[in-house]
């Protein structure tokens, strides 16, 4: 059992102002709220309901990441706490690209291919899934 100083936590938690890769992360989260909503806006498709949904599951998100950060860095997981916020940039990285994409903004060509490959392999893993899971229930 890991038994962790109110102090270092507390400590661990007024370091998170200064650490780069959350800085990066909350500007990424930010970006990715701001071209969702503009992209609803432009979309004609601004629905109240399924943008507090967005917003309710960004703050959920950086509430996890924030949280889970420091207790990760005082047991000595400071690689895994890393990776666990990068791997959330590049998923609202990710987000953004294509949020700037569908508003219009130019996006080189090389970064749609890469897209539409992730969009491809996307759809056939869940048909797939939906493929063995009507399987079963034939069964």
């Not at 200064?18 to 990715?32: H, L, T």
């Not at 924030?66 to 940039?89: C, D, H, Q, R």
Request: one cysteine or more; a neutral charge.
């Amino acid at each position: 059992m890991v038994i962790i100083d109110n102090l270092v936590l507390l400590s661990e938690f007024k370091n998170l102002v200064s650490n780069v890769y959350i800085q990066i992360f909350v500007w990424i989260v930010i970006a990715d709220i701001i071209t969702g909503i503009c992209k609803g806006i432009a979309g004609k498709e601004a629905n109240s309901t399924k943008g507090l949904m967005g917003v309710v599951k960004h703050l959920l998100v950086v509430a996890l990441v924030l949280i889970t950060y420091p207790y990760l860095k005082i047991m000595n997981f400071e690689g895994v706490a890393t990776a666990f916020v990068l791997s959330y940039i590049a998923v609202y990285g990710i987000s953004v690209i294509e949020n700037l994409g569908q508003l219009g903004v130019y996006v080189p060509d090389f970064v749609k291919d890469r897209f539409s490959k992730l969009k491809d392999s996307t759809e056939k893993q869940e048909s797939k899934k939906h493929n063995l899971g009507g399987e079963k229930d034939a069964e």
